[in-house]
C-alpha cells in the first residue's frame, strides 16, 4: 500500500476522533461558531472540487482564482472549527500544530508537482496567487476565464464525504455534550 499524504490525513483524523470526543467540553455556543466555520470549510471544498480538472489542467479559476489551495483552507476551516466547538485549548494547539506538520508538507509536494507538470505557467500563477490565504479579488489572467463548477467533477471527487464527516463529528459533540 503506498502511504501518500491523503492516506496519512484520513488516518490521523479517524486516530483522533476518539481522543478528541473524550476531551471535548462542547457549549451550545462553542459548537454553534464551530459549526459555522466548519460548515464554511466544507462549502469551499465542495467549490473547490467542483471546479478543479486534476492532473489535466491548471485550474485557476473558481476558488483557486483565490488561493491556489482551497482544498486544504477548507480543511483548515474544518478543523478549525472543530477545535473551536470542542472548547479545549490543548484541542485548539494539537489541531493547529498537526495541521502545519501534515498538510504544510502536503501543500510543498503539491507546488512540486505541479510546477513540474505545467511549468511557467504553474510559476505566473503562484506569483500572483498565495499559497493559502486568499486573495481579496480573483487573479484572472485573462477576461475570457470563467469559473465553472460541474456537480458532477464534485461527486466524483467524492467531496461529499466530508460534509458526511462534518455532520457526523458534530453530531457527536452534540451527543457529547448531552450526556455530559
Avoid at 498538510?103 to 504553474?122: N, P, S, T
Avoid at 469559473?147 to 460534509?163: D, G, N, P, T
Amino acid at each position: 500500500m503506498k502511504l501518500t499524504t491523503r492516506w496519512i490525513r484520513l488516518r490521523l483524523a479517524w486516530l483522533a476522533a476518539p481522543v478528541y470526543l473524550l476531551l471535548a467540553k462542547p457549549t451550545p455556543t462553542t459548537i454553534a461558531v464551530g459549526a459555522g466555520l466548519a460548515f464554511a470549510g466544507a462549502a469551499l471544498r465542495a467549490w473547490a472540487a467542483g471546479t478543479i480538472v486534476k492532473n489535466a489542467v491548471l485550474t485557476t479559476t473558481g476558488p483557486y482564482a483565490y488561493t491556489r489551495n482551497p482544498l486544504y483552507l477548507g480543511s483548515f476551516l474544518i478543523g478549525l472549527g472543530l477545535a473551536v466547538a470542542g472548547a479545549r485549548i490543548s484541542i485548539l494547539i494539537a489541531f493547529l500544530i498537526a495541521y502545519g506538520l501534515v498538510y504544510g508538507r502536503a501543500m510543498q509536494l503539491e507546488a512540486a508537482r505541479l510546477e513540474r507538470d505545467f511549468g511557467e505557467a504553474y510559476r505566473i500563477y503562484a506569483r500572483h496567487v498565495p499559497a493559502f490565504i486568499p486573495r481579496l479579488r480573483p487573479y484572472r489572467p485573462d477576461d475570457r476565464a470563467h469559473s465553472h463548477f460541474f456537480i458532477e467533477r464534485y461527486l466524483a471527487h467524492r467531496e461529499y464525504q466530508a460534509v458526511l464527516g462534518v455532520a457526523l463529528g458534530f453530531a457527536g459533540l452534540a451527543v457529547k455534550m448531552l450526556l455530559d
